[in-house]
Nanobody, 115 residues
Framework: EVQLVESGGGLVQPGGSLRLSCAAS????????MSWVRQAPGKGLEWVAA???????YYADSVKGRFTISRDNGKNTVYLQMNSLKPEDTAVYYC?????????WSQGTQVTVSS
């Protein structure tokens, strides 16, 4: 059974940092790309970042230069380091994995950026 278990959200002041973690199980983690997606209040899903099986990374323009995605294949975990957080980064953050034809999602974690 594929499982993605997320941790690390919370409340942070503008300019602060948080690191999200997503622990995967039930598939060969190192073979697959992983992504982070978020949903702000009242808005649709927004893709944030991705890392492929070779370690290449990709970012939405809205987070480029502030967020860093990484993976530890020995721990079957993908991370999202978020720096210089802004109020508009407030959202529920999800990690996901596309194991065609299915897409798997974590449970989501709330990130709130507010003073």
């Amino acid at each position: 059974e594929v499982q993605l278990v997320e941790s690390g959200g919370g409340l942070v002041q503008p300019g602060g940092s948080l690191r999200l973690s997503c622990a995967a199980s039930g598939f060969t983690f190192s073979d697959y790309a992983m992504s982070w997606v978020r949903q702000a209040p009242g808005k649709g899903l927004e893709w944030v970042a991705a890392i492929d099986s070779g370690g290449s990374t990709y970012y939405a323009d809205s987070v480029k230069g502030r967020f860093t995605i990484s993976r530890d294949n020995g721990k079957n975990t993908v991370y999202l380091q978020m720096n210089s957080l802004k109020p508009e980064d407030t959202a529920v953050y999800y990690c996901n994995a596309v194991l065609s034809p299915d897409t798997y999602w974590s449970q989501g974690t709330q990130v709130t950026v507010s003073s």
